[in-house]
């Protein structure tokens, strides 16, 4: 069988994840209606947005015949989690540069990735900080002949289209909620808006002034589109950083909700919401939509 028909089958196997109506006293007080896209359920490993974003980036290097996938993450990545299962499915060899030193980052999301066969390497801080530097990508280049090159979270222009097929998927609503981290995700969503869907990105990392623009470098006709906000107050002190405080009430919310959250993207992005709905930001009647990103692997190794 060739490797794009494993392709096909691997995105015609993941089944269209569920939309699952949430219950809490909160939304029955402000009369809001919420439910959850869950594409936590999207695939067993290649979770969530990762699944959507790698879609036509995968079925690119098949139809190029490229010798492999290479790109870079922290220790918990789940963009690198996604992409070493997927090259383990579609038979292509994955390396992915992984943020710090090997004996600090031996964890649960970096032993899958090399028990299915991805190749690690191992980058400083100092030097990761290079990755978009062009004479230090060149120079991965040629360490790596031929292999297709994926910037961080998976997020470029060919990103976008497997974003928003999403669409296809949901139910009229007046507002589409998302964690975001690089853009993509929010960026794929954009360039397939139906009128009248707000989208609001609940950024995970403290990202005032430069988050919106990194949206409109990956989609630029979203410097027209008043559709779409970012909510910047809600980053808990940082990416992966998260209060004590704020654990806690993600683990309340996440049972009172009878969904799994994590506190990096979709607990995270769920508090911020809460907090927003109690401050009032969301008028009574909206029907709102929260898109569970995945992303639950990186939250074994206790973060
Ligand atoms: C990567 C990731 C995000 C962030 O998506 P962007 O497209 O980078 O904004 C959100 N949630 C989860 C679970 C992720 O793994």
């Known amino acids: 069988m060739s490797l794009l028909h494993v392709w096909q089958r691997l995105y015609r196997q993941a089944s269209r994840s569920p939309l699952q109506p949430l219950d ?6 402000h009369r809001i209606s919420l439910s959850i896209k869950r594409d936590d359920l999207l695939h067993p490993h290649i979770s969530g947005n990762k699944w959507r974003k790698l879609k036509y980036i995968l079925r690119q290097a098949l139809t190029e015949q490229a010798p492999g996938l290479l790109s870079f993450g922290g220790a ?28 600090s980052v031996a964890n649960p999301t970096l032993s899958d990735a090399r028990r299915w066969g991805m190749t690690l390497e191992f980058v400083e801080r100092a030097e990761y900080r290079r990755r978009q530097d062009p004479d230090w990508l060149a120079a991965l280049a040629d ?10 979270g998976g997020s470029e222009p060919l990103a ?12 009229a609503a007046d507002e589409l909620i998302l964690p975001l981290a690089s853009g993509g995700t929010l960026a794929g969503l954009l360039s397939a808006r139906p009128p009248g869907v707000r ?12 988050l919106a623009a990194t949206v409109q470098q990956l989609y630029p006709p979203a410097a027209r589109d008043d559709g779409w906000r970012l ?15 704020d654990r806690e009430r993600i683990t309340r919310l996440a049972s009172a909700l009878a969904v799994p959250l994590e506190p990096v993207y979709s607990g995270k992005a769920m508090l911020g919401l809460f907090r927003d709905i109690e401050a009032g930001m ?5 029907r709102l939509i929260f898109l569970h990103t995945g992303g639950l692997q990186g939250a074994r190794g206790g973060l």
């Open 231 to 245: 909510q910047l107050d809600h980053h808990g002190g940082g990416y992966a950083k998260c209060p004590g405080d």
């Open 160 to 171: 976008l289209p497997g974003v928003a097929e999403l669409w296809r998927e949901l139910p």
């Open 143 to 152: 360490r790596h002949p031929g292999y297709r090159l994926i910037p961080e």
């Open 76 to 103: 918990y990545s789940n963009h690198l989690h996604a992409l070493a299962a997927a090259g383990k499915q579609l038979g292509l060899p994955t390396v992915g540069l992984v943020r710090g030193e090997p004996h």
């Open 199 to 210: 989208l609001t990105g609940y950024a995970v990392l403290k990202g005032h002034g430069w």
């Open 282 to 286: 969301y008028p009574a009647g909206s």
């Open 24 to 29: 809490h006293p909160l939304l029955e007080r």
